[in-house]
Nanobody
Framework: QVQLVESGGGLVQAGGSLRLSCAAS????????MGWFRQAPGKAREFVAA????????YYEDSVKGRFTISRDNAKNTVYLQMNNLKPEDTAVYYC?????????????????WGQGTQVTVSS
């Protein structure tokens, strides 16, 4: 089992920044690719970004490229999502997820463990 706990969400004005963190426990963190997803009210969950187990590979959904950066610190068992130039359409609950021995997964079914989510609200 892997436990994932997100933090760092909040209310921010359009154009502002937030950094989300996801702390993992329970298994060898570096065995897992990590990803961020989000779900806005009334919408399906969507992929945001993924990072390989080593941190050398990253993959982003088109709408966040150039604004969001995913990173990880395997020594701290933590993955981050730096979000800059936030837009109202980024408003959602953000979830981190862990995928065992996969390479940059972008589909929800590829992930084995999920956190509870953290709310991000961007005001216009």
């Amino acid at each position: 089992q892997v436990q994932l706990v997100e933090s760092g969400g909040g209310l921010v004005q359009a154009g502002g920044s937030l950094r989300l963190s996801c702390a993992a426990s329970g298994r060898t963190f570096s065995d897992y690719a990590m990803g961020w997803f989000r779900q806005a009210p009334g919408k399906a969950r969507e992929f945001v970004a993924a990072i390989s187990w080593s941190g050398e590979g990253t993959y982003y959904e088109d709408s966040v490229k150039g604004r969001f950066t995913i990173s990880r610190d395997n020594a701290k068992n933590t993955v981050y999502l730096q979000m800059n130039n936030l837009k109202p359409e980024d408003t959602a609950v953000y979830y981190c997820a862990a995928a065992h021995f996969r390479s940059l997964p972008s589909r929800g079914y590829e992930y084995d463990y999920w956190g509870q989510g953290t709310q991000v609200t961007v005001s216009s």
